[in-house]
């Protein structure tokens, strides 16, 4: 029987789990890798090869994905044994390459058993862990092709390599103290500092910041605990106030900081190990000592927590044995730094120190983000530990289609047959260095796959780098992806499903078919197109992008619009018209003409101006931030709610202004900013239900999908999902993409297969 198995099958273990597999069936044949995937050969009695195919599939090594296997009889050749035998070309290039995972636990006991000869060894992996898609350059994936090349085995780790009964057969990047990669702690200037683990330790105990090369990139490191080490880390990195992640030696350490529970304690010791966001259980400790600075997540409720995921992760934090913040080696929006060469350059007068390594990362990847919810997780920012694992989709790529997403939160997304294969993370492609690693990105990940693009799907947006990069590109056919479409059609894809659905897509910003700025938007969307059927009124945006990063412009262009009628304007006893008193008038004058203020329907831009006038946020330092203190201030105990008018036109529109002019009218009363926040909040939520009523009405559909970064907001999700459902409503919510605009491309790719299915995409 000749036999391919397609999915992630390389670097899991895939080819020793058949080898013993066979072996234990008395089967005989042999197994190796192509640039396809998995080809194998196997012949014996009739039973005992349909069990082996049966098993091929059901009892895969855990971190292997099996997307198809086919089988095919060929007449018998009377070998006896099992081999493994040299990886070959292929002629469809591309397979399915597996994400980083964690450290296993049977690598773990080895890392710290004095008797092992791994012992404390920093690098230590298996077929079941380690590093994959970071080192990888090319495919089939073998060793030679990784940027373990330069890494000769020694004779025992070439026999343990060789030996069908140990766990490290074919382990691509095996290594051991005597022949593998070593560690390097320097200073500024280069410097050699040692014993490298040793001094670190040290370094971070006496309060300095530290960059510690990881999987997919560089870190800075310090002692969570001390408030003047975290407060030099953000002056340097020039981050005055998102949350760091931290990371905690242990479980234990986790649930001594947050609440954990069930959902998140999977997803905390889960071989993907990604930031955690988890509501904070012990109170911040201003003055150091064994708890957790207020600098390191300042005003929140929540902690951003991971497990170690390397072992040299595992061995600082074993001793250190307190949490230390783990954020992204690089300055302000920047990319990782995961070249040894950038990393002391980029990071001289950020780092007091380096420890760094000499394995190569091919591939930079950020850590990813989740969060948990209803049971499961809600991924925020997909990289390492899930990328590039490929999404199966509802619908078949008649050809290729590389997708190339929004401007901010990039990712771009391959697909082909009926699967997607999204890129981690990349960032603001405004920002050059992101912009390179997008491109370059595009050329490592189509090698990879094998994926030749014949259908570049982009954003309407004509301004977007990534709308420029599609459109620049020759003998492709282009299709155009309303931004909002874009969102409903990947939280369709996350749930494998087509639609039509009701959409309700918020977010910040996103390019309308009629040229002004969506961001409230209900639709009728299946994959193909969609309507607009309903969104928030229009509200100017005085400055332009001025008002994003001033969110209480946004609070007076909403007051102007809420009290413009009244008996001397907006009340001068608000705060927010105070604080900015200097500039308000200047700023309702664009509003009311228009000049340099665009309309916007954008929920971000309501939430900026909420939280604006409750004094939560007047400037932003990182995107969300208004909407995110607003989202904390909430009294989740609250459960009155503002009234929005909603018209009775085509398309229907929701008045945001009442929800503000209700805001201020309360606070002015003296009403408690945290009931005013949850009120709010409970008054989108009824917005959103009743327009949903509304339209079910009209067009008799009873699901519903939320999507943009607006559903991040988890008081607003619970508020809208329970309503929904309590009412009859099937609702839709992102699972294995974030609703934010790193799910974007999933969504233009999917629309570019449905269109071009249908005959809608024209062949250039």
């Known amino acids: 029987m000749s036999v391919r198995v397609a999915g992630t099958v390389q670097g899991v273990g895939f080819r020793p789990f058949v080898h013993g597999l066979a072996t234990r069936l008395g089967l005989a044949g042999h197994v190796g890798n192509d640039s396809a995937g998995v080809f194998l050969e196997v012949e014996g009695e009739s039973p005992a090869v349909r069990?082996?195919?049966?098993?091929?599939?059901?009892?895969?090594?855990?971190?292997?994905?099996?997307?198809?296997v086919t089988a095919r009889e060929i007449a018998p050749v009377g070998g006896g044994g099992f081999t493994i035998?040299?990886?070959?070309?292929?002629?469809?290039?591309?397979?399915?390459v597996s994400a980083d995972s964690a450290t296993c636990a049977d690598c773990l006991r080895e890392l710290f058993d004095p008797t092992d000869r791994r012992y404390r060894y920093p690098f230590v992996n298996c077929v079941n862990c380690g590093p994959r898609f970071t080192i990888v350059r090319g495919v089939p994936y073998d060793r030679r092709l990784t940027t373990m090349a330069g890494f000769a085995m020694c004779a025992d780790c070439a026999r343990e390599y060789a030996d069908p009964a140990d766990r490290r057969f074919h382990a691509q990047p095996v290594c051991c103290p005597a022949c593998g990669p070593r560690l390097r702690l320097v200073d500024p200037t280069g410097?050699?500092?040692?014993?490298?683990?040793?001094?670190?330790?040290?370094?971070?105990?006496?309060?300095?910041?530290?960059?510690?090369?990881?999987?997919?990139?560089?870190?800075?490191?310090?002692?969570?605990?001390?408030?003047?080490?975290?407060?030099?880390?953000?002056?340097?990195?020039h981050r005055a106030d998102k949350p760091f992640a931290l990371m905690v030696p242990d479980l234990a350490a986790a649930e001594r900081l947050c609440a954990v529970d069930p959902t998140a304690r999977r997803l905390l010791t889960g071989h993907r190990r990604p930031i955690v966001l988890l509501p904070r259980r012990c109170p911040a400790d201003g003055t150091g000592g064994t708890g957790v600075a207020e600098q390191v997540a300042p005003g929140s409720h929540w902690l951003g927590l991971l497990l170690p995921y390397t072992p040299l992760h595992h061995l600082l934090l074993a001793d250190l044995a307190r949490p230390i913040v783990l954020t992204s080696a690089n300055v302000s929006d920047e990319p990782i730094v995961y070249r040894d060469e950038d990393a002391l350059h980029r990071l001289t007068g950020i780092a007091d120190a380096v420890l760094t390594h000499d394995r190569p990362i091919h591939v930079r990847a950020d850590d990813s983000v989740v969060r948990p919810a209803r049971g499961g997780a809600q991924v925020l920012r997909r990289?390492?530990?899930?990328?590039?694992?490929?999404?199966?989709?509802?619908?078949?790529?008649?050809?290729?289609v590389l997708a190339c997403g929004a401007e901010l939160k990039n990712t771009f997304c391959l697909g082909t047959a009926r699967q997607a294969v999204l890129a981690p993370h990349l960032g603001d492609l405004t920002e050059y260095r992101?912009?390179?690693?997008?491109?370059?990105?595009?050329?490592?990940?189509?090698?990879?796959?094998?994926?030749?693009?014949?259908?570049?799907?982009?954003?309407?947006?004509?301004?977007?780098?990534?709308?420029?990069?599609?459109?620049?590109?020759?003998?492709?056919?282009?299709?155009?992806?309303?931004?909002?479409?874009?969102h409903i059609a990947a939280c369709l894809a996350d749930n494998h499903e087509t639609g039509p659905v009701l959409g309700v897509a918020f977010d910040g910003l996103g390019y309308g078919v009629d040229g002004t700025i969506w961001g409230g938007e209900f639709l009728l969307a299946d994959l193909t197109g969609f309507q607009r059927l309903?969104?928030?009124?229009?509200?100017?945006?005085p400055g332009g992008p001025a008002a994003v990063r001033q969110p209480w412009r946004m609070a007076a262009a909403y007051l102007d619009a809420a009290y413009r009628d009244a008996a001397g304007g907006v009340p001068e006893d608000l705060a927010v018209l105070r604080r900015n008193a200097a500039r308000w008038h200047q700023v309702t004058a664009l509003?009311?003409?228009?000049?340099?203020?665009?309309?916007?329907?954008?929920?971000?831009?309501?939430?900026?101006?909420?939280a604006a006038l409750l004094g939560r946020c007047d400037?932003?330092?990182?995107?969300?931030?208004?909407?995110?203190?607003?989202?904390?201030?909430?009294?989740?105990?609250?459960?009155?709610?503002?009234?929005?008018?909603?018209?009775?036109?085509?398309?229907?529109?929701?008045?945001?202004?009442?929800?503000v002019r209700a805001c201020a009218e309360d606070l002015r009363a003296g009403v408690a900013g945290p009931v005013i926040a949850a009120r709010f909040h409970n008054g989108v939520a009824d917005a959103v239900v009743r327009v949903c009523v509304r339209l079910r009405e009209l067009t008799g559909q009873h699901a519903v999908a939320l999507s943009g970064g607006v559903f991040q907001n988890q008081p607003l999700v619970e508020r809208v999902v329970s309503g929904l459902t309590g009412l009859g409503f099937r609702v839709l919510t992102h699972v294995r993409v974030p609703p934010n605009d790193g799910g974007v491309s999933l969504g233009q790719a999917v629309v570019a297969a449905a269109r071009d299915r249908a005959g809608l995409v024209r062949s250039d």
């Open 85 to 96: 035998v040299a990886s070959r070309a292929h002629p469809r290039a591309g397979t399915a």
């Open 383 to 400: 990289a390492r530990g899930y990328a590039p694992e490929p999404l199966s989709v509802p619908v078949e790529f008649p050809r290729p």
């Open 591 to 610: 509003a009311r003409t228009g000049t340099n203020a665009p309309a916007t329907t954008s929920a971000g831009r309501l939430f900026d101006a909420v």
């Open 191 to 237: 410097t050699a500092i040692g014993p490298a683990l040793e001094s670190t330790v040290e370094l971070i105990r006496a309060g300095l910041v530290v960059a510690v090369k990881g999987l997919g990139g560089y870190h800075l490191a310090v002692d969570a605990g001390q408030p003047d080490a975290v407060a030099r880390l953000r002056r340097r990195k």
């Open 619 to 659: 400037a932003v330092s990182y995107e969300g931030q208004a909407a995110i203190a607003l989202e904390h201030h909430a009294d989740p105990a609250e459960r009155g709610r503002y009234h929005a008018a909603i018209s009775t036109g085509q398309p229907a529109v929701v008045s945001g202004v009442d929800l």
């Open 434 to 486: 992101t912009w390179r690693s997008f491109v370059d990105g595009i050329g490592h990940l189509t090698r990879l796959t094998g994926v030749r693009p014949e259908v570049l799907a982009h954003d309407l947006h004509p301004d977007y780098l990534s709308t420029r990069y599609a459109r620049d590109r020759t003998g492709v056919a282009l299709v155009g992806v309303q931004h909002h479409h874009a």
């Open 534 to 541: 309903a969104h928030l009124a229009p509200v100017p945006m």
């Open 51 to 68: 069990d082996f195919l049966l098993a091929l599939r059901r009892d895969a090594p855990p971190l292997a994905l099996v997307d198809e």
